[in-house]
């Protein structure tokens, strides 16, 4: 039954992402883009583009210039809708209804009689046993608890919708103030022909969904030295995905401390009952924090003693170089913005980001606790003949870049600088962690120069073939829906 | 207890083999090489090939014809001892002389006075069945089953010393009937001033351990029309690595229809209490069995409809083709022998080179089954603090790729064809998994060419600087001992 329910689970979110996606594509080909008259982009390419946006990844095979602002307006809305944020709000929502639906059955059989009341709970309760002992709490229905547990994911509704709004509304606040005082941001935009308030929603509805589409062809670098304006988006990146579940877990806490004790008392301990992806046990939010932490340490020491006098960071000060920094590593998970050319970069800095895009959000140092074991007792209970199918993520990985060799075998061969594996692993894992990276595709780097070469503000897979594409689209699918594989391959004994 | 006797065993395993490596360095540097007039390897050169040939990766950073006979004599005995199945029989010996003394010890106190030894006993048991449940049955006393374990793993140093005798004497006469037969490889090794049986023995010795080497600077490449000599070879490979569980486990169940029924039923179902690396359970040598061909099938299918054309296999007909594909395609795990420049296949056959390369030599399909829980029942007792620290192996892997990508940073600028991340990845990669492939480095693929530059048949690695060297020898060590360490990582959990 459980492995029904994940296959289920899986099923509607990719009917989701996959009709969210096709929505889009049409809205975006129907409205038309601003260089109508001189380029029009391809259909392949606006499809691309939607499942990007709508799978929060931001691989780009079109210049963002070339959308107009309603295009723009298209774009924002599917970014709110894609983000993981708002997508386990609704999942929420829909298990609040179901709790409620029960709940007013066994309401209506205790009013109209009051044995068949007492009959129902003792069936209630019998059935809320099994589900414990089958490891499936989901559709419990013993009244007090549940009428308890109903009230706390009700609350829980409440807490994530509020937080989703509050840092939003204050972030475009606080980006539509940047751009007001700070005139160089302004004429930047200006320049362009730019929207401004168009730019401050889709900057921080993309950032905090961890997209990381921009609507300037050069994304954040033309911002580098607006560090007020990094700083402004960093906390965005974070409370919107790695730290989510820490923060959340924080606002249940503080609420809670403050009005409704018994839902948060409720939602605190007994977390795992409640069954919300993103709102994790106590320590492990703990460990999550400084894993979060640790990994951004890491790289940003790394990316300091390689890259500090490099040519992507000249004509910054130190304070801008340290800003510019912190925001380039925190963006590797998994916002995907960028202040410098990535190809530029040293191959060392970009493993080690195909290392951080590859991890999923909420990896964690966490040493073993006892609740390990129950743990373990669930995974057991996975299906048979479904587990014997499922490989490992890096197996999937592994095929999808060995996809993009064949494919693209040609090129590889005749343009192996620019079509080296190291941009390729790159644009895959990006895409697979829905981050974003690309190291772009340069007409200097060819080593039979060709002259009809133009240098383009796209992605690497803008240049890629129609095959590649699709494998590409796949890969950011499949990359968005990745937890519902987390423990695949687990027929494969590696000794 | 039992951390503790892995520690143990580690230590002494790292011991035997810096020790061994650090012998046959002394021996090669004593003796003279060929060119010892024209050109004389460097000490961290000869402690590179005295480690690879210990670790049996044959990663290679001097020209193997460099080396005179009685040097390449020394590389024979280095890959002898230093192979998985021979250290493993001493490990066995090893174990087999800790009951006899114990048996010794309770024989004695048998004949001094019998109540003693009924105390002894009862102590014995006492202990066995202590050591049954804390999982650990190395040291169990109890006499009869015990007299029985050691005759049977006295039995079963028997048939792996006889596997190990017989498969290289067999190989070996094979390859010298093969030179006496076929002129055209004979005059091969004639022009180059090899010893016709040095070649012979070396080659067949440095297959079965995988090791990989030969006396040739091209490896296999001068003889990949030579069909004849790959068949011989191809079985070496197979039996004396990844299929040598399934080969052993028959072995013993053949020699028990006819001999020592007791001892070979004992070893055919206690697989697990005799607690040798290599004798696997019956539905795990089965499915290894599959798996093995599964991994050949794939890469063979992948390798024909990429590479059948290509340059590399030009003057070659069917019949050798399809030889010489099988032999390389044997050769990725893990005896790392070439019959084409790897330099010249496509990025998509050597991905799945690396994976291949990754995956540990007993890596198998294996649905699961109830004795899973037993496995994981041990696993879980390992040493918290141990364990904490631990990396899962890709990690560590990833570590090493950005070690050596800061080690080389000014090469991967100024001749980013041959340093590219492919190539250092199959180095890195083929060192771990002690493979042996290289992508080499040619002069030709220069993008700024240098007129100094003189092509050599040794690896890429040999073009590294001195720190790359040494991080390639810590991975080839890392890599030989890799067992110890395949359940790292545990602390981390990706969600
Ligand atoms: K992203
Ligand atoms: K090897």
Same mark, same amino acid.
């Given at each position: 039954?459980?492995?029904?329910?994940?296959?289920?689970?899986?099923?509607?979110?990719? $009917?989701?992402?996959?009709?969210?996606?096709?929505?889009?594509?049409?809205?975006?080909?129907?409205?038309?883009?601003?260089?109508?008259?001189?380029?029009?982009?391809?259909?392949?390419?606006?499809?691309?583009?939607?499942?990007?946006?709508?799978?929060?990844?931001?691989?780009?095979?079109?210049?963002?210039?070339?959308?107009?602002?309603?295009?723009?307006?298209?774009?924002?809305?599917?970014?709110?809708?894609?983000?993981?944020?708002?997508?386990?709000?609704?999942?929420?929502?829909?298990?609040?209804?179901?709790?409620?639906?029960?709940?007013?059955?066994?309401?209506?059989?205790?009013?109209?009689?009051?044995?068949?009341?007492?009959?129902?709970?003792?069936?209630?309760?019998?059935?809320?046993?099994?589900?414990?002992?089958?490891?499936?709490?989901?559709?419990?229905?013993?009244?007090?608890?549940?009428?308890?547990?109903?009230?706390?994911?009700?609350?829980? $509704?409440?807490?994530?919708?509020?937080?989703?709004?509050?840092?939003?509304?204050?972030?475009?606040?606080?980006?539509?103030?940047?751009?007001?005082?700070?005139?160089?941001?302004?004429?930047?935009?200006?320049?362009?022909?730019?929207?401004?308030?168009?730019?401050?929603?889709?900057?921080?509805?993309?950032?905090?969904?961890?997209?990381?589409?921009?609507?300037?062809?050069?994304?954040?670098?033309?911002?580098?030295?607006?560090?007020?304006?990094?700083?402004?988006?960093?906390?965005?990146?974070?409370?919107?995905?790695?730290?989510?579940?820490?923060?959340?877990?924080?606002?249940?806490?503080?609420?809670?401390?403050?009005?409704?004790?018994?839902?948060?008392?409720?939602?605190?301990?007994?977390?795992?009952?409640?069954?919300?992806?993103?709102?994790?046990?106590?320590?492990?939010?703990?460990?999550?924090?400084?894993?979060?932490?640790?990994?951004?340490?890491?790289?940003?020491?790394?990316?300091?003693?390689?890259?500090?006098?490099?040519?992507?960071?000249?004509?910054?000060?130190?304070?801008?170089?340290?800003?510019?920094?912190?925001?380039?590593?925190?963006?590797?998970?998994?916002?995907?913005?960028?202040?410098?050319?990535?190809?530029?970069?040293?191959?060392?800095?970009?493993?080690?980001?195909?290392?951080?895009?590859?991890? /999923?959000?909420?990896?964690?140092?966490? /040493?073993?606790?006892?609740?390990?074991?129950?743990?373990?007792?669930?995974?057991?209970?996975?299906?048979?003949?479904?587990?014997?199918?499922?490989?490992?993520?890096?197996?999937?990985?592994?095929?999808?870049?060995?996809?993009?060799?064949?494919?693209?075998?040609?090129?590889?061969?005749?343009? /192996?600088?620019?079509?080296?594996?190291?941009?390729?692993?790159?644009?895959?894992?990006?895409?697979?962690?829905?981050?974003?990276?690309?190291?772009?595709?340069?007409?200097?780097?060819?080593?039979?120069?060709?002259?009809?070469?133009?240098?383009?503000?796209?992605?690497?897979?803008?240049?890629?073939?129609?095959?590649?594409?699709?494998?590409?689209?796949?890969?950011?699918?499949?990359?968005?829906?990745?937890?519902?594989?987390?423990?695949?391959?687990?027929?494969?004994?590696?000794?």
């Amino acid at each position: 039954r459980l492995v029904l329910a994940r296959v289920n689970s899986f099923c509607i979110q990719l $009917c989701y992402f996959l009709s969210v996606s096709f929505f889009g594509f049409v809205l975006l080909k129907v409205l038309k883009p601003r260089t109508h008259d001189s380029f029009k982009p391809r259909n392949l390419d606006l499809f691309f583009t939607s499942v990007s946006a709508t799978t929060v990844s931001s691989m780009s095979t079109v210049e963002m210039e070339v959308f107009s602002n309603s295009q723009l307006i298209v774009l924002t809305i599917l970014m709110l809708i894609g983000g993981e944020i708002f997508t386990s709000m609704v999942g929420l929502h829909f298990k609040k209804s179901q709790l409620k639906k029960m709940e007013n059955k066994i309401s209506s059989l205790a009013n109209n009689d009051p044995s068949t009341y007492q009959s129902g709970l003792v069936m209630a309760e019998k059935q809320d046993f099994e589900n414990l002992e089958s490891g499936n709490q989901e559709t419990s229905l013993d009244s007090s608890v549940d009428f308890l547990k109903y009230k706390s994911i009700k609350f829980l $509704c409440f807490v994530v919708l509020g937080y989703f709004i509050a840092v939003q509304v204050l972030g475009v606040s606080l980006v539509s103030t940047y751009l007001a005082l700070v005139s160089s941001s302004r004429n930047v935009l200006k320049n362009k022909g730019l929207n401004l308030l168009t730019f401050s929603i889709f900057s921080v509805v993309s950032t905090f969904a961890n997209c990381g589409f921009l609507p300037t062809n050069e994304n954040m670098v033309v911002f580098k030295n607006n560090s007020g304006l990094l700083l402004i988006l960093i906390p965005q990146i974070l409370l919107g995905n790695t730290l989510f579940p820490s923060c959340l877990r924080f606002c249940v806490w503080f609420l809670g401390k403050f009005f409704k004790r018994v839902e948060s008392n409720y939602l605190l301990k007994k977390t795992s009952e409640i069954g919300y992806f993103h709102l994790l046990p106590s320590h492990h939010s703990s460990y999550l924090f400084v894993t979060v932490f640790g990994f951004i340490i890491a790289q940003f020491i790394l990316f300091c003693s390689m890259e500090w006098n490099s040519a992507g960071l000249s004509g910054l000060n130190s304070y801008q170089k340290t800003i510019g920094i912190l925001f380039q590593t925190m963006n590797t998970r998994y916002a995907g913005e960028s202040i410098v050319d990535l190809s530029t970069i040293s191959s060392a800095i970009l493993v080690l980001f195909v290392v951080m895009m590859y991890l /999923p959000p909420y990896t964690s140092f966490l /040493p073993i606790k006892d609740d390990e074991e129950i743990y373990k007792k669930t995974r057991n209970r996975r299906g048979k003949l479904l587990e014997n199918i499922l490989f490992s993520q890096l197996s999937y990985l592994a095929i999808f870049i060995i996809l993009v060799c064949i494919t693209e075998r040609q090129k590889l061969k005749e343009d /192996p600088l620019n079509f080296s594996l190291l941009n390729i692993v790159v644009e895959v894992v990006s895409a697979y962690g829905s981050v974003g990276f690309t190291t772009g595709y340069s007409c200097d780097r060819q080593t039979q120069p060709n002259s009809n070469c133009v240098n383009k503000f796209y992605g690497f897979s803008g240049k890629w073939s129609d095959e590649g594409k699709i494998i590409l689209i796949v890969v950011m699918v499949f990359g968005r829906l990745k937890k519902f594989n987390m423990d695949g391959g687990r027929t494969w004994k590696l000794l």
